[in-house]
């Protein structure tokens, strides 16, 4: 990949990681776009390490938004009086577990369909139906994160697990069962941030090494430059995206459902025609 082609995914991918729209279907299908002729071997063996380096970006994006938290989960760590930060720690280990058991067992299956811009354009649509549904039928959101239960916390994550599919988003699941559980939409969005975090430092863990080892002239680099802009993006979103669903508590989701609806669409066609 050239400088431009990694400046031009690390943008998507930034924007597109914490809204509710899919960055692996949007990071799948933006070289289709272009008509970029990547390396069928870099798609195959490389594109996932170097994805995760970007996603790592987005880690520390989410790090510094919400650092005041996640230093006060640190410190309930060492004092159990700090009961409110020690639960939210429980509440995102449980919410964890299913995307990493998960995405251990089928990581060789989901490799294979990673990179096809078909299923990642089909399961885009799925997401757009499961976002406008899944607010649809909810009730107002009256709860907070505390409120939660430890089982309402492993459905959300179970609900997370999706993401492990190109096309569905990690951030509109995980919302879309926060909803479920009776959560507010602000809520609803800081606990699927808080989410993500974990998952992707762990994901970074199993894959970063094999950028080490992959040979790929200029891979390392290119994907910490990526990773870089992707952060600054990511920061940018969920600055943007908190705000959105602090001030729209109905119909939030709307939008990013009709966006999926057409893109996803659009793809698919000129995949089929």
């Known amino acids: 990949m050239t400088f431009f082609q990694t400046l031009i995914i690390a943008i998507v991918q930034g924007i597109t990681e914490l809204f509710p729209v899919s960055s692996v279907a949007h990071s799948v299908i933006t070289p289709y776009i272009f008509h970029w002729n990547l390396d069928p071997e870099f798609l195959n063996v490389n594109f996932l390490p170097f994805m995760v380096m970007l996603h790592l970006g987005t880690a520390l994006a989410l790090f510094t938004y919400f650092g005041r938290e996640w230093i006060d989960i640190v410190k309930s760590v060492f004092d159990p009086r700090q009961k409110s930060s020690r639960k939210l720690l429980k509440l995102i280990i449980i919410g964890s577990i299913p995307a990493g058991l998960i ?7 989901l490799i294979n369909i ?3 811009v078909t299923s990642a354009s089909f399961f885009l649509i799925i997401n757009g139906f499961l976002l406008f549904f899944g607010e649809k039928m909810r009730r107002h959101g009256t709860r907070e994160i505390k409120n939660l239960t430890y089982r309402q916390a492993f459905v959300i994550g179970l609900f997370q697990s999706l993401a492990l599919l190109p096309g569905f988003s990690r951030s509109g699941a995980s919302m879309t069962a926060g909803f479920m559980a009776n959560l507010k939409h602000e809520e609803s969005a800081r606990f699927s941030m808080l989410l993500a975090t974990p998952i992707i430092v762990g994901a970074s863990l ?3 090494p094999k950028l080490f080892k992959s040979g790929v002239h200029g891979l390392l680099q290119m994907s910490l430059t990526g990773g870089l802009f992707a952060g600054l993006f990511a920061y940018i979103s969920v600055w943007i995206l908190m705000r959105w669903f602090k001030k729209n508590e109905i119909n939030a989701m709307r939008p990013f459902a009709y966006y999926c609806w057409i893109v996803g ?5 000129t995949r089929i025609l």
Do not use: C, R, Y
């Open 103 to 109: 995405g251990v067992i089928l990581e060789k299956p």
């Open 114 to 116: 990673f990179s096809n």
């Open 206 to 208: 199993l894959e970063l």
């Open 265 to 269: 669409g659009i793809i698919l066609l």
